[in-house]
């Protein structure tokens, strides 16, 4: 599978240097990054993923495995 083009590099966070894209008005494409203060996310954005549930309330062999 071919690469997504994402345009020029614009220049990168000056916090944890993930790329600006010119694809996205000069925000990185790739997010949350998680890095504390980071100027592009908000702190409710922060380590959201955390919150995500894989599984059920009574859960699976399989489920909590995940």
């Known amino acids: 599978m071919p690469k ?10 000056s916090i944890c240097t993930i790329n600006l894209w010119s694809s996205t008005d000069g925000l990185p494409v790739v997010m949350p ?17 955390l919150l995500k549930r894989e599984y059920g309330s009574i859960g699976s062999g399989i489920g909590q495995i995940l």
């Open 4 to 13: 997504k083009d994402y345009g020029d590099v614009l220049g990168k966070c």
């Open 33 to 49: 990054c998680n890095v504390k203060n980071c100027p592009y996310e908000s702190a409710d954005e922060q380590n959201a993923h």
